[in-house]
C-alpha cells in the first residue's frame, strides 16, 4: 500500500475525539475507498500510534471488537486506552457502538 493512502487514514483518524471510537470501514468510505477497510487497518498497524498523534486505539471492528493483542503491546492496553478515555463496553467485552461511535 502506498504511503499516501496511510497519510491519508492518519488524516482521519486524527479527528476522532476523545471518548469516541470509528470502525476500520467507517473510515475507509470517508477517505473515498469503501473497499479498503482492511488496508486501514494495515495502516493502522503501521501507525505511529499517540507518539505520533494518531490514536489509532480508537479505530475497531464494525462489531465493537478490538485489534488482536498484539497491536498495542499486550491483550488488554487498547481496552486500558479507551476506558481511560471513557468508552464503555457491553457484557461481550466489545464497544458499545450505539452509544461510542464517532458520527463524522
Known amino acids: 500500500m502506498d504511503e499516501g493512502f496511510f497519510q491519508r487514514a492518519y488524516d482521519i483518524v486524527r479527528q476522532i475525539p476523545q471518548g469516541r471510537v470509528a470502525t476500520y470501514g467507517q473510515i475507509a468510505r470517508m477517505m473515498g475507498e469503501p473497499r479498503k477497510a482492511r488496508f486501514v487497518g494495515f495502516a493502522m498497524h503501521s501507525s505511529p500510534g499517540m507518539a505520533g498523534g494518531v490514536p489509532c486505539h480508537r479505530v ?4 465493537g471488537s478490538l485489534a488482536p493483542g498484539f497491536a498495542f503491546g499486550g491483550p488488554n492496553e487498547q481496552r486500558r486506552m479507551l476506558d481511560a478515555e471513557g468508552i464503555e463496553f457491553l457484557p461481550n467485552g466489545k464497544v458499545d457502538m450505539r ?6
Not at 475497531?60 to 462489531?63: A, I, P, Q, S, W
Not at 452509544?99 to 463524522?104: I, K, M, N, P, S
Request: aromatic content about 30%.
Open 60 to 63: 475497531v471492528f464494525k462489531d
Open 99 to 104: 452509544r461510542f461511535q464517532w458520527e463524522a
